[in-house]
């Protein structure tokens, strides 16, 4: 009865669920893998294995090549711990597309409704270069379980070797000395340099310099254009990295988000300003003595207005005065104590506060006055 159990427990648990075999239609399999007793030698890699830990199932239950753990019978959970090696073939294999090969597989994992806790194309396995995934899964009966997959390219012979460990959830971390005494021992017996090759490591655009421009506020979702610089090279969009917004709508500050795709990885993010609608100078006139009064737009969704005056163009810093107008509804104020006989230079901008900021508009154009 405990044989039974232990040998569909271990079937359905992680042999024929895919932690022990890759996805089908993902690759084709070929040259199959026997287990020999003690050191197994398959088709260009070698193992050893502690026959007293490590049963051989893989005639038993179909496949290619596979082991249950049989070193502790003090827990029947023990018996769903399990391992295997596949020898794949992958047409075309190289550096720059394993990353999308690892991809393909995570995803199909995903669409046989495991769970993918991690996943990296950028990994090493007894010094070899190495993909990897750790997932947790439902067996066919109901079962937690927890697996994790190695996955080996040798570009040389255009082939993958599917290194996949795992076990019931509630002893995983209990058989994790155990996994890695035994993958520990995995070597492959091809050329060093051609299976030792490292896989094209993406580059992280985190320190890319963003350039994105402020926006004037529309009343719709606002995407300015983002230029993507990674040292000296302009990254294309689409290709390198995607692009998504958030609060751009409203006037304040919004965050442009980049993701690196591709060859890329990372997120950098940006912000800009959404600022208010200018206001324009509509009339400057001076009907006293050492007054004028400036009339402008109005623009609806403000918090108030500034007019700046100046007795020069450029608005010097020394020459230049400025009056707050709060109100929206209000268009106009009186500039006091002018210097008779003088030119004044007047603009005025719009600002609106938000959460204790202020936002500004642009200046409008200026309009002069000789004072009276």
């Known amino acids: 009865m405990l044989k039974k159990f232990i040998t569909s427990a271990l079937a359905a648990g992680l042999v024929l669920t895919g932690a022990a075999a890759l996805p089908e239609g993902t690759v084709s399999f070929d040259n199959a893998i026997i287990a020999q007793a003690s050191k197994v030698s398959g088709s260009g890699f070698t193992m050893n294995i502690d026959s007293a830990k490590w049963e051989n199932v893989a005639s038993s239950i179909g496949a290619d090549f596979a082991y249950r753990y049989i070193g502790d019978s003090s827990d029947a959970n023990y018996a769903t711990a399990s391992f295997n090696v596949i020898s794949t073939s992958s ?32 990994s090493s396995l007894n010094g070899y270069s190495a993909g990897k995934i750790s997932m947790d899964m439902k067996s066919s009966n109901g079962m937690s379980l927890k697996a994790v997959m190695y996955t080996v390219p040798d570009y040389k012979n255009g082939k993958v070797y599917a290194i996949t460990y795992g076990s019931q959830s509630s002893v995983f971390s209990k058989m994790s000395s155990e996994f890695n005494n035994v993958i520990g021992t995995f070597s492959l017996n091809s050329d060093p340099h051609s299976s030792k090759a490292s896989v094209t490591k993406k580059k992280s655009i985190k320190k890319a310099k963003l350039t994105v421009s402020d926006r004037t506020y529309t009343g719709k979702a606002l995407r300015p254009k983002v230029t993507v610089k990674l040292g000296s090279t302009v ?6 990295y995607t692009v998504t917004f958030k609060n751009n709508k409203n006037i304040g500050k919004a965050t442009v988000i980049v993701k690196g795709k591709g060859a890329y990885t990372g997120t950098v993010k940006k912000t800009f300003k959404i600022t208010p609608v200018k206001s324009k100078v509509t009339k400057v006139a001076s009907t006293k003595a050492k007054t004028a009064k ?61 959460k204790g900021k202020k936002y500004y508009s642009k200046f409008s154009a200026v309009k002069s006055i000789k004072v009276k």
Do not use: H, I, P
């Open 294 to 354: 400036v009339t402008f737009k109005k623009v609806s969704n403000a918090t108030g207005y500034e007019v700046k005056y100046s007795t020069k163009k450029n608005f010097t810093k020394a020459t230049s005065k400025t009056v707050t107008v709060k109100g929206a509804k209000k268009s106009s104020t009186t500039l006091n104590k002018l210097t008779s006989g003088k030119t004044y230079y007047v603009k005025v901008r719009t600002y609106k506060t938000v």
């Open 235 to 240: 990254l294309t969009k689409s290709t390198s």
């Open 91 to 122: 047409s075309g294999l190289n550096k720059n597309n394993f990353s999308d090969f690892m991809d393909t597989l995570k995803q199909t994992y995903m669409n046989q409704g495991n769970t993918v806790t991690s996943c990296s194309a950028n």
